[in-house]
């Protein structure tokens, strides 16, 4: 059973920063793409960014592209989100999530049934 476990969350004011870390186990971690979703209260689950099995590629959602960074420690099988220039509309409980496919390389990684593993979720909240 895969198991992930999110840290980092917290309270930060607009134009702060945050990194949030994922550390997995349970599988192999390096064979799988990675993601971040975030949950605002009375939204939808959106996807945030993803990182590829081999950390090669990187994508993002619009709405965060230029102040988000994602990568992935392979050899200590975590995953972080470093968040910068944060934004009251950041605000949302954060999730990182597997890839349900092995070695997938590819353009269908934004919607959350393409990931089968879920962290608990770590709160984020910026004040403005």
């Known amino acids: 059973q895969v198991q992930l476990v999110e840290s980092g969350g917290g309270l930060v004011q607009a134009g702060g920063s945050l990194r949030l870390s994922c550390a997995a186990s349970g599988r192999t971690f390096n064979n799988y793409g990675m993601g971040w979703f975030r949950q605002a209260p009375g939204k939808e689950r959106e996807f945030v960014a993803r990182?590829?099995?081999?950390?090669?590629?990187?994508y993002y959602a619009d709405s965060v592209k230029g102040r988000f960074t994602i990568s992935r420690d392979n050899g200590k099988n975590t995953v972080y989100l470093q968040m910068n220039s944060l934004k009251p509309e950041d605000t949302a409980v954060y999730y990182c999530a597997a890839d349900r496919r092995i070695f997938y390389s590819g353009s269908n990684y934004g919607r959350p049934d393409e990931y089968n593993y879920w962290g608990q979720g770590t709160q984020v909240t910026v004040s403005s």
């Open positions: 990182i590829s099995w081999s950390g090669g590629s990187t």
